[in-house]
């Protein structure tokens, strides 16, 4: 990981740009964990500090992060049905709005059957390969489908994480990955892909197409509930 700041700042060629793209999920992922993540129990391995126990809970998450338009649109569905009593909410949304944020850090993400969705399993391995994070799958029987999906992070994976949050241009990651835990707060997966469902370009998008954005219409109610402050 010791070039990987270089790496994401840099204009590579085509060549490279996959390499370049893993590293950055890599990087996005570190940053879920360490900021969404919970501590974990008494009865995990040594040097496991954090983890996030279901698949689901972290592709809502990242699917937050990855389209600014969205969170926006959750910030401001908080602030209506919290009774528009919280303005930093408000404040928060046009943060995230601000000038070419949702086109600049969008990256698309594909439809499938349970909602957006990416395999996560290049971005663990980078980060599993330098110790900052483990993947542990329980099946349902020997060779079955996947029971649950467990991912940790370590001791060092948090050491990493705090080192990155303090450098350019990775700053924006772990800020983001702290406002998008605590928009999810404590609820699980289900609980998160529901309430992005109910965005219509969410849920009408067809199976292995992208999820289109939203920045218009977001904007629009933006602009209309700052003008009833």
Not at 58 to 79: C, G, T
Not at 119 to 126: C, E, I, K, N, V
Not at 212 to 222: N, S
Request: net charge neutral; hydrophobic share 45%.
């Amino acid at each position: 990981m010791s070039s990987l700041v270089a790496e994401i700042s840099s204009d590579t060629g085509s060549g490279a740009e996959k390499q370049v793209a893993q590293r950055r999920d890599a990087v996005r992922i570190l940053f879920i964990l360490d900021r969404a993540g919970n501590c974990v129990g008494r009865d995990v391995p040594e040097g496991y500090v954090k983890v996030i126990e279901a698949e689901m809970r972290i592709q809502a998450i990242d699917f937050w992060i990855r389209n600014p338009d969205y969170l926006a649109h959750e910030l401001l569905d908080q602030y209506e049905l919290g009774g528009r009593k919280d303005a930093t909410l408000l404040d928060r949304a046009g943060t995230v709005m601000a000038g070419d944020e949702p086109e600049l850090r969008r990256l698309g993400m594909l439809r499938y059957l349970f909602g957006a969705y990416e395999a996560l399993d290049d971005a663990m391995a980078t980060l599993s390969l330098h110790g900052l994070a483990v993947l542990k799958r329980k099946y349902k029987a020997a060779g079955s489908a996947i029971a649950q999906s467990s991912f940790f992070l370590t001791a060092e994976g948090a050491a990493k994480a705090e080192e990155l949050a303090k450098v350019s241009p990775l700053t924006w990651y772990a800020d983001r990955a702290s406002l998008v835990a605590e928009v999810a707060g404590d609820r699980k997966g289900g609980a998160l892909k529901k309430r992005q469902y109910e965005v219509a370009e969410y849920h009408d998008a067809r199976y292995g197409r992208l999820i289109q954005p939203i920045r218009a219409e977001v904007a629009r109610r933006l602009a209309e509930l700052r003008l009833q402050l």
